[in-house]
């Protein structure tokens, strides 16, 4: 590329101490395509005043070339160390890490609270507390923001979301456009992540071939994680049989293809009955798109209403899956009215771990329930070919339905999450969370004790853990409904901090972006009725977006402040608060030092300074008008160019 030159000259004069002011700027044209960065001072004292004018050569113009991994954003910026974690990278990225689990700080090379030595393993041992003063703590009075809902569409709770956080999809599955309680899909897509979900008009999806009670959207739907597969089911669906229930799946190339325009696949259980309802409990795919699960828990392959998953998998995104015949998996021990799936299914980001609940399960009492996972080593082993694992609560009992709503998997696989909706921990059916969390994906589910987590303000048939839940990517934070609010449960080893947002009452599900800062609603009625957007907001003191760093003017691990009183601190996390002083001294830079500027030309009257004065941003440059001049005609401004500061 031929080299272009750009030249700026400035008519400029320093005097050691004692700046001349300068009264002319002369300017040499740039070449053309040259990106410059320009800066204008421009101060107006009295009626008129003076434009400084200052233009720098501040780099050429760049041929745009696609970010690839391990880069991000728009000028492809190489992505920090991010030690045991994974960049956010791509166009759309911000190059923040996503810590692994037991991992901390901003390059993934701390150990989060709760977790010691060199592998940042789980500290063990230690009592269950669920505390309000967690280091990273969400704000309980944080205001959400509605999202534009053209088709004032009523949506039931279920929600997905892209893991490049840049399609949301939200079910209403009591919409009538193609029949009553035919149902619909909305779904939001921004370019990237600077663009507000709330600034984004969402497009309407229904079934071309929906009918009355299809329910479209009733349970889980789903995502892949860069948002060009989207599936929902209509477990209402009569293809097979009366509310046999069906799957479908929108698939389209790229993101500038509208879902709109693209006609869905159906998937049905080539060997569905009348009522098996698949889909009830929503569906899951993997992050590639390649793996598709969902359940029809009234199946009666064990027995009546003992339920099944149905699996679909294709070796690329270029077949289709309605051309792949289903693995169906069943719970060997599964007995009639066990209702496998009911509470849905949940597949890792790889689709290498599956897990589903049999909520009337008798292991530990007459439907104390249980969980089943099964986990294969790579997608080239069958999943009918896996015997799964079975979870159940150590201190299950009859009639605690484990598994009946709030069942996830964390994206890496580690995390599962179970509610067992009528557990008495803190009052009769008051209902809890379970979560069974392992260090890698070598360790079976089943060599772990689960924690339990419960409402501290849980009352008599509260049922926490009914309905929807959702976990962030690392199984960092839970999210749940809790007497029809949305709580946030942050996870650190077998600690937890419950948070109730106080805006959020009526809620019906909520599901958390990836990395666990942001949180969106869906609300049948409330003020806040509709999708809403919750912004994560860091404690006092802290920042970023995992609220690991020390704001500006706080310093070290507990973040500080800083006492300079006229100086610069050594903030941050790592820094000592130590003082450099600017223009002064001392131990805290409490001592100002000054000097005094006059205009080298004034006259009487001038009143320099009256109109007031302004400096650079830099401290380089300060300006200052003279109100009036001897001539009495118009007002004029001053400015001072220093090569270091002086006052």
Wanted: charged share 15%; glycine share 12%; aromatic share 6%.
């Amino acid at each position: 590329m031929e080299k272009m030159e750009a030249a700026a000259y400035a008519t400029k004069a320093m005097v050691a101490n004692t700046a001349t002011p300068v009264i002319l700027v002369t300017l040499g044209l740039p070449a053309q395509h040259v990106l410059l960065a320009v800066t204008m001072v421009l101060v107006t004292m009295g009626m008129l005043g003076r434009v400084f004018v200052c233009v720098t050569l501040a780099g050429q113009a760049q041929r745009a070339i696609p970010a690839h991994r391990a880069f991000f954003g728009s000028n492809c910026t190489a992505c920090p160390s991010c030690g045991s974690g994974v960049c956010v990278d791509g166009l759309a990225g911000n190059g923040t890490c996503i810590c692994d689990r037991g991992w901390g700080g901003a390059g993934c090379d701390a150990c989060a609270a709760n977790y010691f030595g060199s592998t940042c393993s789980v500290c063990v041992g230690c009592s269950l507390s669920v505390t309000s003063g967690a280091p990273h703590e969400l704000a309980t009075t944080t205001l959400p923001v509605n999202l534009q809902n053209p088709d004032n569409l009523v949506f039931t709770g279920s929600l997905a979301l892209s893991s490049n956080e840049l399609v949301l999809a939200a079910g209403a599955s009591t919409d009538g456009e193609k029949g009553k309680k035919s149902g619909a899909l909305s779904v939001w897509q921004r370019a990237d992540v600077s663009i507000d979900f709330d600034t984004v008009t969402p497009i309407k999806l229904v079934d071309p071939d929906g009918a009355s009670y299809d329910s479209l959207g009733l349970g889980y739907i789903s995502l892949s994680s860069d948002g060009l597969i989207l599936a929902a089911a209509s477990n209402g669906d009569s293809e097979m049989g009366s509310s046999s229930g069906s799957i479908l799946v929108w698939q389209r190339d790229s993101v500038s293809v509208n879902f709109s325009t693209v006609t869905p696949i159906k998937l049905v259980d080539p060997d569905g009955a009348k009522t098996d309802n698949l889909g009830g409990g929503g569906v899951s795919l993997s992050g590639s798109g390649l793996v598709l699960a969902a359940s029809s828990f009234f199946d009666d392959d064990m027995g009546k209403d003992s339920g099944s998953v149905l699996v679909w998998q294709r070796s690329n995104l270029s077949s289709n899956f309605n051309a792949m015949p289903p693995v169906k998996l069943l719970d060997a021990e599964g007995r009639s009215y066990h209702k496998l799936g009911w509470g849905g299914v949940s597949l890792s980001a790889d689709g290498l771990v599956l897990v589903a609940a049999s909520h009337s399960d008798s292991k530990k009492g007459s439907s104390s329930g249980s969980v089943l996972v099964w986990q294969r080593p790579s997608l080239s082993t069958n999943l009918s070919t896996i015997i799964p694992v079975k979870l159940v609560d150590p201190n299950g009992a009859s009639y605690d339905y484990l598994g009946v709503g709030s069942l996830r998997i964390s994206a890496n696989g580690l995390v599962i999450s179970a509610g067992a909706t009528e557990k008495d921990d803190t009052a009769s059916n008051s209902g809890a969370i379970l979560v069974w969390i392992r260090t890698n994906m070598q360790e079976s589910f089943n060599n772990v004790t689960p924690i339990v987590l419960v409402d501290p303000d849980g009352g008599s048939n509260q049922k926490f853990g009914s309905g929807f839940a959702d976990l962030s990517s690392n199984g960092a934070f839970l999210t749940a409904v809790a007497n029809r609010y949305v709580v946030i449960l942050t996870i650190e080893g077998q600690f937890a901090s419950f948070k109730r947002l106080e805006y959020s009452y009526l809620t019906a599900g909520a599901i958390l972006s990836p990395s666990g800062g942001v949180l969106f609603t869906a609300a049948e009625y409330g003020v806040y009725r509709g999708v809403a957007m919750f912004q994560q907001a860091c404690p006092a003191r802290w920042t970023g977006s995992a609220c690991d760093e020390c704001q500006k003017g706080f310093f070290g691990p507990s973040c500080s402040p800083c006492t300079c009183e006229h100086g610069v601190c050594a903030d941050g996390v790592t820094g000592n608060g130590s003082c450099s002083c600017v223009y002064s001294t001392g131990s805290k830079c409490e001592t100002i030092k000054s000097i005094k500027l006059v205009d080298p030309d004034g006259h009487d009257d001038d009143y320099l300074g009256r109109g007031g004065v302004t400096v650079s941003s830099n401290g380089l440059v300060l300006a200052a008008g003279a109100y009036e001049t001897i001539m009495k005609a118009v007002a004029v401004g001053l400015s001072w160019y220093g090569s270091v500061l002086t006052c």
